[in-house]
């Protein structure tokens, strides 16, 4: 008996705690989920102490935003021209499921040793 397709979505919001670099994901979506509605860009990502080159951090924000736990925002930038449109960073906001994850993923980091109390 297999996942149905919603199910096996919904999991993939879990994937980067478990991802070869999960601190540096963590730490992102640590950002983002101890924020009220928080619009960032690497850049800005960076200005809050995020240690990573840029390039990394916007692949971070891509494969957060493929696993469903943030959210490309819409650009409303007023440019004049399309080079100038292309050159805008890209900003991302949590989904409520990254968050709701996000705090999951916090409950289990902060436990310690449960099974062995047993």
Request: hydrophobic share 45%; glycine share 6%; charged share 25%.
């Amino acid at each position: 008996m297999g996942l149905v397709p919603a199910e096996a979505e919904r999991l993939r919001l879990y994937a980067y705690a478990t991802a070869t670099e999960s601190s540096s994901y963590v730490e992102i979506m640590r950002l983002f989920a101890g924020a009220l509605l928080a619009e960032w860009s690497a850049h800005d990502l960076v200005a809050r102490g995020i240690d990573l080159p840029l390039d990394v951090i916007e692949q971070r924000l891509r494969y957060l935003e493929h696993n469903g736990n943030l959210l490309a925002s819409p650009r409303e930038v007023r440019v004049t021209s399309i080079a100038e449109y292309q050159r805008q960073p890209a900003r991302y906001t949590a989904t409520s499921l990254g968050v709701r994850v996000h705090r999951q993923v916090e409950e289990v980091l902060a436990a310690s040793g449960g099974a062995r109390e047993v």
